[in-house]
């Protein structure tokens, strides 16, 4: 039987986020609502070709819809799937912190027994 090391994490979707262009654009949705990649490009310094893959990926991860809008699409956040993003990335800290404070406790305890040593 394997151990558990720490909460069940979808690797695509932090792949998709993984890439600062990818949360900027993330940002810049949820602020705006919704966007276009021409209307991301002109807030990113990438061209509206490079926002369009961007979108692709946040899309096939499930964190961007698109809607129709003239000769382009309009993206918005997933709000559900961007909740379990958030909801994954806390777990990811929580598990952290308990390792953390494990090694404090360990490296405090090897201090003592060495301060102790020395008296």
Avoid: C
Wanted: glycine share 8%.
């Amino acid at each position: 039987m394997t151990p558990t090391v720490g909460p069940a994490i979808d690797d695509d979707l932090w792949s998709a986020v993984g890439d600062p262009t990818r949360r900027r654009m993330l940002d810049l949705l949820l602020a705006g609502g919704a966007g276009t990649a021409t209307s991301l490009s002109e807030q990113l310094p990438v061209t509206r070709q490079a926002v369009a893959k961007h979108l692709g990926v946040l899309d096939r991860v499930g964190l961007v819809h698109a809607t129709p809008y003239g000769r382009e699409k309009r993206y918005h956040v997933d709000d559900e799937q961007f909740a379990r993003a958030v909801a994954q990335l806390s777990a990811v800290g929580s598990a952290w912190d308990a390792r953390l404070q494990r090694i404090k406790r360990i490296a405090e305890a090897i201090e003592n027994t060495t301060t102790k040593e020395e008296r």
